[in-house]
């Protein structure tokens, strides 16, 4: 079984974290078996992502691919000081998810946000690392400072890939009234996070 | 909440940073938010900084197991790389092809004057010719110059690949640094008019390059990548 990212793997997730970010500059430099190993540690998380986004097995393959391409050919603009490397690569398939989302093609079933929300909380992953697992807190207390239909549509954005126009129509009311509520919630969001 | 607090976000550009990283915007605004981050450092870290913060998010998603060809798939994408980038030099220097060709190439540059001749894409009476040839020796590229000085054709010679790079035109007056002429287009004859700053440049004494360079060409100003091909200017 391939590793993810927060599954538990007998490596102790700081190890892990490090060894990613080891293994990310190795392949900066044109290591191969580099871009192997980052492979083998994060492709189920990423494939993951994928699939929640696309919704569509084949797409998010065609786009799994292209990931590592991309960590491949960008790996040299991965810096260990600014981003954590499951950060960097979990950024580089949302948005090439979303992307390929955008360019159209891709259907979508119309769910509602509540059943979107039903799976963002899951019970904690038992190898969570401390830091990872305490920003994942102290956003989730952010978020849950939120009222409710915002928090909600804030996670199903992030985590489905949609548009205000999508969250509008999943949630049943105007598109103004949806970018509003995302906005000021961003903006709370924000000054909680930075508190 | 006050409208304030998002005005506030607003005019830093972190309010867009977030929709960015949240994923809301369409595909016009992502590239518009792309583009920023390419030229705004502080747009940058807001990025950032919803990325490593929203990030956490993900944490929620179920791993799913790849396909088992997952890896060899990659894998295969990135031969299909590798012998792109090699297809390139060895278009120059290696390709039996090319060896055949050795002695046909002045003749072949030649002909593609007379051609451009005959199509009327270069006066009969340019003054100035260059051929523009590979560390091979082979013909790259051929320029002409307009009789007035203040256009050039640049034509090429040969199949060539850049795959994504972009190529540029220099001119490289005697004992001076190169001057950027423009793009060029691997595939297919085109004409730039010369900066009025360089006519009187455009000379017998002038060498023309072509070097590879990032998607929109050289961020410096100055040839960053590679020459490929370069030629003195020569009266006809």
Redesign the interface.
């Known amino acids: ?2 590793l ?1 990212f ?2 538990a793997s007998g490596m102790d997730a700081d190890a892990r974290r490090k060894q990613l970010s080891a293994a990310l500059y190795r392949v900066a430099r044109g290591d ?1 078996p580099a ?2 190993l980052v ?2 540690m994060t ?3 990423l ?3 994928c ?3 696309l919704n569509d097995r084949s797409e998010a ?1 065609d786009v ?2 292209d990931v ?2 991309t960590v ?1 050919r960008k790996a040299a603009s991965f810096d260990e000081a ?3 490397p ?3 690569l ?2 580089i398939a ?1 948005n090439r998810a ?2 390929r989302l ?2 159209g093609g891709v259907l979508r079933l119309s769910e509602p946000i509540e059943a979107a929300d039903a ?4 019970a904690p ?1 038992a190898a ?1 690392t401390l830091e ?1 697992a305490q ?2 807190k102290r ?2 207390s952010c978020l849950d400072e939120l009222e409710g239909r915002t928090s909600a549509s ?2 199903a ?3 489905d ?4 126009e999508e ?1 509008a129509e999943r949630s049943g009311v105007p598109l103004g009234t949806m970018k509003s509520w ?3 919630g ?6 909680c ?1 930075e508190r | ?1 006050s409208d304030n ?2 005005r ?2 607003e005019e830093r550009g ?2 867009i940073a ?2 960015y ?7 016009v605004q ?1 590239r518009a938010a792309e583009r920023r981050i390419g030229r705004d450092p502080a747009f940058a870290r807001e990025v ?1 900084f919803w ?17 088992l060809d ?2 060899a ?2 894998e295969a ?2 031969a299909r ?1 590798d012998r792109a980038t090699e297809a390139k030099p060895g278009f120059w220097h290696n390709l039996p092809l090319w060896r055949g060709l050795a002695l046909a190439s002045s003749t072949l540059a030649a002909a593609c004057i007379a051609t451009l001749i005959y199509v009327g894409m270069v006066p009969s009476t340019a003054p100035l010719l260059a051929r523009l040839d590979a560390e091979s020796g082979q013909a790259g590229f051929v320029a002409a110059v307009s009789p007035g000085g203040g256009s050039l054709t640049i034509v090429p010679a040969s199949l060539l690949s850049a795959e994504q790079k972009a190529m540029e035109l220099w001119l490289i007056p005697p004992g001076e640094k190169p001057h950027s002429l423009g793009l060029i287009d691997p595939d297919k004859p085109v004409t730039i008019s010369v900066p009025k700053s360089l006519l009187p440049k455009v000379n017998s004494e002038a060498i023309l390059a072509v070097s590879l360079e990032p998607p929109g060409g050289s961020p410096t100003g100055q040839p960053t990548g590679p020459v490929i091909a370069n030629g003195k200017l020569a009266a006809l």
């Open positions: 079984m391939s993810t927060t599954g191969r871009l192997r492979y083998d492709s189920a998380k494939f993951g992502i699939l929640r986004i393959e799994l691919q590592y391409l491949w600014r981003a954590s499951i950060t960097w979990v950024a949302r979303i992307d955008r360019s799976v963002t909380d899951p992953t969570e990872v920003e994942h956003l989730k804030i996670r954005a992030f985590m890939g949609l548009t205000y969250l995302i906005r000021r961003l903006a709370k969001l924000r000054a996070l | 909440m607090g998002t506030g976000l972190t309010l977030a929709e990283v949240l994923g809301v915007l369409d595909a992502r950032a990325e490593e913060r929203l990030g956490g998010l993900a944490d929620a998603v179920p791993p799913v197991e790849p396909p997952g890896w798939r990659i994408a990135l790389a």
